[in-house]
Structure formats: structure tokens, C-alpha cells
């Protein structure tokens, strides 16, 4: 299995522009997450989706949009990107199980800087 | 607001020390408690985990502390290693599939 994947691994953008970035599970988790990561911040969750067709907005949603069209895909959009998006974004999935410890798995990361 | 507050933000041990990470949280909800480690350039990966109905957890040289009436928990790390190098979040669930994480803090052990 390889877990949760994130694409692409770098990416520098332009202000003003667009872009997406993938995150793909091959667990047949039920609930996907992406987070950001900036220094002396933690873990930011950006939005999230509970199950295939729905999503959520996390605690800083804003300038972001996602999509979770297939159980294995959850895909976080920029329209716009601006300085303040520079972070690195996490994706992770779970699937909570009764009586189990709750995990959540992370992928390995995309690191974005806008300019 | 920040739901789980995590202290110190840094810290640094010498090889077979202690390491303490503490952290406190505000709401009463919560009912589950991991730790969580990233290594420099990978993601955060689960550690060890409590829920509220014991005081502590063992997994070889970790150990959660929790005290429900003070709404605390803690991290110890025996005999540290440089291998356990590493940045360590807390986190806190409850009513909800979503983790609120603490900022986290960088250990660092020396050889």
C-alpha cells in the first residue's frame, strides 16, 4: 500500500495564479483532511470531507476550494493564490473504527510558494 | 482562540535525558489525546494516543500523563535518543472526526 500520496512535492506560483493539488489514499478511508503548516503555527485544517461527494471547511478556509468527486481522491484548489498561501499543505485520511485507536495518516506533504 | 496549548515551543536534551512536552486544552468535549511526530520533510505520523478514562500510557520510552481536572496532558520521552529528534504535536478530539492540534515543538537531543 502507499498509504496517502500528495502531488506535486514542490510547486512555486505567481500571485494571481491557479492551481491544484492532488491527494490520493489507497485505504478506502471514509474521511479526508488537508491541513496547512507554517512555522510556530501547527496544523491548520483547511477543509475536509467525510465522505465521497461532501466536503466542510476547516478553521482557514479561505482562498481555498475542494473536491472529493471519488472516495480515494480529495483535491485542494488556489484560484487565486497569494504570498499569505506560502505554507506547506498536508493531506491525511482516517476511518474511525469502534473500539480502535483513531489515526489519522499523513501524506508526505507539498511544499508551495507563491511569489 | 487556541483550543490546545502546547509548551515549550523548543527544547533541547542531552542524550538519555527526560523530555516533557506539555500541553492544555479548554474544552470539556474533548475525549481523545494523541501525540503526534514529524521528522524534518515528512509528514506527522501518530505516536502514542489516551482517552480520558486512564491518568497514563506506557509505550516503551513514552509515556502520556493526563489529568482530567486541570485539562492537562504530557509527553515524556525517557532515556531521549537523537533519533527521537523530531518536531511533536499534541492534539485533541471530541464530538467530531476533526483533530485541533496544537503548535508544536522542536526537540532536539544531543549526542
Known amino acids: 500500500n502507499a498509504g496517502v500520496t500528495q502531488t506535486p512535492k514542490f510547486r512555486v506560483l505567481k500571485t494571481g495564479q491557479s492551481m491544484t493539488l492532488l491527494c490520493a489514499q489507497d485505504?478506502?478511508?471514509?474521511?479526508m483532511y488537508w491541513y496547512r503548516q507554517d512555522p510556530g503555527m501547527g496544523l491548520r485544517l483547511i477543509h475536509y470531507?467525510?465522505?465521497?461527494?461532501?466536503?466542510a471547511k476547516g478553521e482557514v478556509p479561505d482562498g481555498y476550494n475542494v473536491s472529493r468527486l471519488k472516495k480515494q481522491n480529495f483535491l485542494l484548489g488556489l484560484e487565486s493564490a497569494a504570498p499569505s498561501q506560502t505554507s506547506v499543505y498536508f493531506c491525511?485520511?482516517?476511518?474511525?473504527?469502534?473500539?480502535?485507536?483513531?489515526?489519522?495518516?499523513f501524506g508526505p506533504g507539498t511544499r508551495l510558494t507563491v511569489t | 482562540q487556541q483550543q490546545v496549548k502546547q509548551s515549550p515551543q523548543s527544547l533541547i536534551v542531552q542524550k538519555g535525558g527526560i523530555s516533557i512536552i506539555n500541553c492544555a486544552y479548554e474544552?470539556?468535549?474533548?475525549?481523545?489525546f494523541p501525540w503526534y511526530q514529524q521528522f524534518p520533510g515528512k509528514g506527522p505520523a501518530l505516536l502514542i494516543a489516551?482517552?480520558?478514562?486512564?491518568s497514563e500510557k506506557k509505550e516503551g520510552r513514552f509515556t502520556i500523563s493526563f489529568n482530567k481536572s486541570a485539562k492537562q496532558f504530557s509527553l515524556h520521552i525517557m532515556d531521549s535518543q537523537p533519533g527521537d529528534s523530531a518536531t511533536y504535536f499534541c492534539?485533541?478530539?471530541?464530538?467530531?472526526?476533526?483533530?485541533?492540534f496544537g503548535k508544536g515543538m522542536k526537540l532536539t537531543v544531543n549526542p
Open positions: 474544552n470539556t468535549a474533548f475525549d481523545y
Open positions: 489516551i482517552r480520558p478514562d486512564v
Open positions: 491525511a485520511s482516517s476511518s474511525p473504527r469502534p473500539g480502535q485507536i483513531y489515526e489519522q495518516y
Open positions: 470531507s467525510v465522505g465521497e461527494g461532501t466536503t
Open positions: 485505504m478506502n478511508h471514509e474521511y
Open positions: 492534539a485533541a478530539m471530541g464530538g467530531s472526526e476533526k483533530l485541533v
